[in-house]
């Protein structure tokens, strides 16, 4: 049966065959997806892994995504398995990713030259999984993948569950809420084929080992393995699963392992040998001085030689700027080579001669900054998965600062490695590598130094200002009732207005009428012995008069609102052991919003498009926050990166204690392992923070000096990570309530005991006529006035609220144990 025919029996929700040969798109074999995407320009037609079709190379700039999606939205359980093979020694690349944003995303990728690293990411908190082993599919396909069942994770390598630990611990048990593309080939040199997702019911073990058989793989003849680890010899027999088209049964490979011998150079006399290449040339010969290597974290590695020149003439120039390999040769009692291990690949910087010697004395670096100085920052938001805001970092940085910004807000280091090339790991120790128990041939230099408490910190309030323009919409209800009636009116106590009167006071001042004016309109029928015996008979002019008016009127404004957000990030574990050590840092954004033709535009019939009525104001308020650089959102992100900044600085300064020792030398140390020490009086477990390393060609003697990071809290433990996420939006206050709804007097003049003519009256301002017409020396000015209230001063004053939040921060205790 054909791969594709298995694969599609287990349901995927999306399986992208990569069968395409040309072209910008590429199907979903599931039918659940539209076609995804093509991005850059992949290269077509390497035949496939399954014998189906071929594959896809994608390169650096080039990559594949899905249309954007909600499959795996919240999911408890769900699977990933693809075929991938790279063209070279395997990068730090992303296999497969579903990204919903950077709090929100699941990854799958190689790290530290073949490990395969599963990663999720739920509302900040995350997982992380790491194979123990390295995976080098160089030269043929493999079958590699992850199920997640509720927080268990399995990887998967050639149908096989593989040995895992726990790089990051923390309880994420289902997938993010949200949607976005499934990515595949991001960032890396590989060819990738049938590429298939499962959600709803995990894979059994069963179910990967069929699929892995379907496709045929053939076993070549000559099995390249990186190994990494100790072995009790330089050869081993293997055990492996044979799956060939006629499926074959188990069987053994024996073979010749050309790694780094631990009984060999751990031997007490052990017959090595430094390789310098300098420009392709090898100059070992030519070495008369020690060979130094000083490497750390999140620093250039230096490395340092001495050459005897040839007789002539001496261009110091010809040894600068040149790319540079040194590799310790571990050699047998003859003198061959039995393995060589790279220590460092860089560029030379600078020569100098020493006359009295006849030497050029070499300095070479690995330029970790230079790798970023012209990065774009898109290629390194993948290579470091920190997080960045330009409200809290510097917007103008160059490529160097930006990728130390984003890395300080994570628990990781970056380096390079022995081979030039970058590593970003989490600095947390792991279990160890190796451990160093011969205390004896340390030489007395195993020395423990503690961080001082000046430098630890256990509290960081973060001062979070966001200033915004809050849209406000007030609308009122005014009412004009005629008091005398149409009595009082045919009885001679007071004209009527005018519509058109009435409709030229409302449209005259700052409020905007909401609608039409609703009137009270006269009869429109003769009405006989009324009001005491007076006779109505409409005319031609009875519809341009009222007896009432009633009508909708809004005013809009805004007000600026400053949001304080005091936000304490706490290390309580520590805090308890040495005191609470305070900073803080500060930060704002202010989302900017011109409200001036939101206050002047008079033209609108109802309150803004998503304005909400607020119970607090009992206005329709709408708070101008959705600029995509200052709005909201990005204040949210900024919050989230400050607090994640906070946290990672409390962690990095509890693991500021140091344990140093020289071991016998062992060429398989670098700075992405965890080591343990145990000797009589002190016994420690910790990442090797700096490796120092001197190839003694004088005396024979490879040396090395490790430096252990130590994290301590010293507490009780009993402190938790909460989750990351921003802080919620601060409560708006009750306002003092003002009316809403507003009536208009009609007064008379003309009549006994009437009060004298007031300008600052509104309303229907008349006199009686006739007979009822009692006092004609006090007459009224006739007019109809609409005088609207003024909004208050506090609905209109810059106002401010605040919102406390706090998160705790878990310190890791690293293994440290003192006794005599």
Known sequence: MAFSDVALAKSPVWYAKLDEISGATFADASGTLTDGTFFGTPLFGEPGATG???????????????P????????????????AKFTAAVPSVTLWEWVVDTSNFIRFTTVDSGVLQFQIRRSGTY??????????????????????????????????????????????????????????????SM?????????????????????????????????????????QSAAAVVPLRLVSIESSPAGSVPLLLQSADPAHYQAEVAAWSPSVVLDGVDVSASLVGDVEIDRAENQSGIASFELLVPAGAVDLGSYERKTVAITFDGRDSA???LYPVRRFTGTTTIAEFNPDAGTVSVTASNDLQGLFEAMPREVIDKLIPGYWSEHVFDDAADGWRYAVDRLSTIPYEMHVDSWGRLVVVPWAASPAYRTFTDTARFGGTLRLTRVSRGDLITHVRINFDFVYTRLRHREISVNFINTLGLCGWLNGQGNLPSKSMIASAIDGNQWTRIGAVRYDDLPTV???????????????NSPLFCLGAHWKAARRWGQTVTERHPIDVI????????????????????????????????????????AVLMPQTADYQLDAVDAERTGRIAMQAAQVCAIERAKTLILGRARGNRVTFDPVYDPTVDLSKTLRVSGDYLDATGKVVRLQERLGVRDGNPQMTVELAISRHGGSGVAVNDPIVAPP?????????????????????????????????????????GAARTDPNNLYRERFVVRMPEIEETARQATTISQSTSYGVAVPQDSLTLSN
């Open 571 to 610: 290390a309580s574990d520590l805090a308890e052991a040495v005191g609470v050590q305070p900073t803080n840092f500060d930060y704002s954004v202010e989302a900017v919003f011109d409200t001036g033709d939101y206050e002047r535009i008079t033209e609108y019939d109802a309150a803004p498009t998503g």
């Open 526 to 540: 003769a009405l006989a012995d009324i009001c005491g015996g007076t006779n109505f008979a409409p005319n031609s």
């Open 127 to 188: 997982r992380t999984i790491r194979t123990s082993s390295t995976y080098d599919p160089a030269s043929e396909f493999l079958f590699v993948g992850f199920g997640f069942d509720n927080g268990t994770v399995k990887i998967y390598v050639n149908g096989v569950s593989v040995p895992t630990f726990v790089a990051v611990n923390n309880n994420v048990t289902q997938a993010p809420n949200g949607g976005g593309p499934f990515g595949i080939g991001n960032n890396g």
């Open 191 to 231: 060819w990738v084929d049938d590429t298939l997702v499962f959600r709803t019911t995990a894979l059994t073990d069963a179910d990967v080992a069929e699929l892995y058989a379907a496709a045929n793989v053939p076993v070549p003849l000559v099995v390249p393995l990186a190994l990494h680890g100790y072995l």
């Open 335 to 337: 003198g061959s080579l």
């Open 52 to 66: 189906e079709g071929t594959s896809i190379y994608f390169d650096n700039s080039s990559s594949a995504d899905s």
């Open 729 to 769: 939006t601060p409560t708006q206050p009750d306002e003092t309530p003002t009316p809403r709804v507003y009536f208009l007097q009609q007064r008379s003049g003309g009549v006994l005991n009437a009060p004298p003519d007031d300008e600052d009256w509104d309303g229907w301002i008349t006199n009686a006529f």
């Open 68 to 83: 954007s999606n909600s499959l795996l939205f919240g999911s408890f359980i769900f699977d990933v398995h693809l075929f």
